[in-house]
């Protein structure tokens, strides 16, 4: 079980969720499963549009991502990752500060999401 805590001037107050372990739902999906009001427009890692900022509430390790290439792409060309952000997620498992809720499987952590 993670709680996935959404933190946004868009809201009222921060709202946590709870997104159950081993579900392969999007942090997009998680967001309008509980009316969070996130941007999105493509829903398929294209526009940009969805960005957010997650960092891990834990204090653990964050778990290894593997970024698709239009996650990259998209967030390259928005300068929300650089090239040694990629190459970190790519051989030390590090995920960067910003994604693409798009494309973001939520994983078993408990994560801030600002947006
Ligand atoms: Fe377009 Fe996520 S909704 S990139």
């Known amino acids: 079980m993670a709680n996935v805590t959404f933190s946004s001037?868009?809201?009222k107050k921060d709202l946590t969720v709870y997104a159950v372990a081993g579900d392969?739902?999007?942090l997009l999906a998680v967001a309008k499963a509980n009316n969070v009001p996130l941007q999105?427009?493509?829903?398929?890692?294209e526009c940009g549009s969805c960005q957010v900022q997650v960092s891990v509430l834990s204090g653990k390790?964050?778990?290894?991502?593997a970024l698709t290439e239009k996650e990259k792409l998209v967030l390259k060309l928005?300068?929300?990752?650089t090239?040694?952000?990629i190459a970190d997620?790519?051989?030390?498992?590090?995920?960067?500060p910003w994604r693409l809720a798009?494309?973001?499987?939520?994983?078993?952590?408990?994560?801030l999401v600002k947006f």
Not at 40 to 45: A, I, K, Q, R
Not at 61 to 65: A, H, K, L, N, S
Not at 89 to 96: G, R, V, W
Not at 102 to 111: A, K, L, P, Y
Request: glycine share 8%; with cysteine; aromatic share 0%.
């Open 9 to 11: 001037p868009r809201m």
């Open 61 to 65: 390790t964050p778990i290894g991502v």
């Open 102 to 111: 798009c494309q973001m499987v939520v994983r078993d952590e408990d994560i």
């Open 89 to 96: 997620a790519e051989t030390k498992d590090l995920p960067p």
């Open 83 to 85: 090239a040694q952000q």
């Open 24 to 26: 392969t739902k999007t």
């Open 40 to 45: 999105s427009e493509c829903e398929n890692g």
């Open 78 to 81: 928005a300068g929300k990752i």
